[in-house]
């Protein structure tokens, strides 16, 4: 059981960017997924949540209209989206099914760099 | 907004010491609060949830109490594979949160 999110990107600011996070094991339609940001060297920082099978989701108001996030259910894959990148989106993002109950999955992680 | 204050933000700490670290809520967020460890360059991993429920897998050197919105992890005995950074999170209500971080340097 383990969550696969796709590799690094380099963007310049303006740029759009969608990032992939894929349930490999375990599927995402029965649980909440949520991303979390890292920017270098600081700590953790909860961005949003979406529940797949339904599609509905929560956002941090911190994050809220300069991300989206999304899910394919059928091919039990979540998404972390920006139509606009800046520079201070430059950071790790994780994926991650963590919360009530036992079960607790994280990615790898997906690091961002946004540069002109 | 529920705010998780976390404490200390570092501390020093040989092997065998017995180390403590706190994290209060703003408000009341029940038990679902978790402790999470992040070596270097790695993903978190959940060590405690519900407040006090070891994740599976995990040293029983690590526990978890909870005194009204002050939640604490304790780690009886440090070992050389303790020395990363800790976070706990609330998950009782949205925007989740994480406290600050503390980071674990060795003495």
């Known amino acids: 059981v383990q969550l696969v999110q796709s590799g690094a990107e380099v963007k310049n600011p303006g740029e759009s960017l969608k990032i992939s996070c894929k349930g490999s094991g375990h599927r995402l339609t029965s649980t909440w997924i949520g991303w979390v940001r890292q920017m270098p060297g600081k700590g953790l920082e909860w961005v949003a949540i979406i529940y797949p099978g339904d599609s509905e989701s929560r956002y941090h108001p911190s994050f809220q209209g300069h991300v989206t996030v999304s899910a394919d259910k059928s091919i039990n894959t979540a998404y972390l989206q920006w139509s606009s990148l800046r520079a201070s989106d430059t950071a790790m993002y994780y994926c991650?099914?963590?919360?009530?109950?036992?079960?607790?999955?994280w990615g790898q992680g997906t690091m961002v760099i946004v540069s002109s | 907004d529920i705010q998780m204050t976390q404490f200390p933000s570092s501390l020093s700490a040989s092997v065998g010491d017995r180390v403590t670290i706190t994290c209060r809520a703003s408000q009341d967020v029940r038990d679902n609060l978790g402790w999470y460890q992040q070596r270097p360059g790695t993903a978190p991993k959940r060590l405690i949830y519900g407040a006090s429920s070891l994740q599976s897998g995990v040293p029983s050197r690590f526990s978890g109490s909870v005194s009204g919105t002050e939640f604490t992890l304790t780690i009886s005995s440090l070992q050389p594979e303790d020395f990363a950074t800790y976070y706990c999170?609330?998950?009782?209500?949205?925007?989740?949160?994480f406290g600050q971080g503390t980071k674990v340097e060795i003495k």
């Open positions: 991650c099914v963590t919360g009530v109950g036992p079960v607790d999955i």
């Open positions: 999170l609330q998950y009782n209500s949205y925007p989740r949160t």
